[in-house]
């Protein structure tokens, strides 16, 4: 994550999922809080619980949701603190095509 750092401790992450604001989509739970200081580059952590899936599953939900946050890190405002809560395993299988695409011999 070039331009958005990382929570680490874990009263950084009690902090946005007490005061933060809560957004799902698909099975994703995104939190958002603003820091109390306002300032500084936009921090991101990710949780991902065992509910995923194993670790080949948990890791891979890790590397997309950190793809992610490259691409679009930058369009952050500062002082935002961001916590990504994969809710169930992803449903695109790991060859990264749907079922619907994939071809059949």
Partial sequence: MATVNRLSSPSAFRSVFSTGRSYAQGSVVLYVAK???????????LVVSRKVGGAVARNRAKRLLREALRLEG????????????????????????SPATSETS
């Fill in 74 to 97: 930058r369009q952050l405002p500062e002082g935002l603190d961001l916590s990504s809560w994969p809710a169930r395993a992803s449903p695109v299988p790991p060859t990264g095509r």
């Fill in 35 to 45: 820091r109390s200081t306002g300032s500084g580059p936009a921090r991101a952590g």
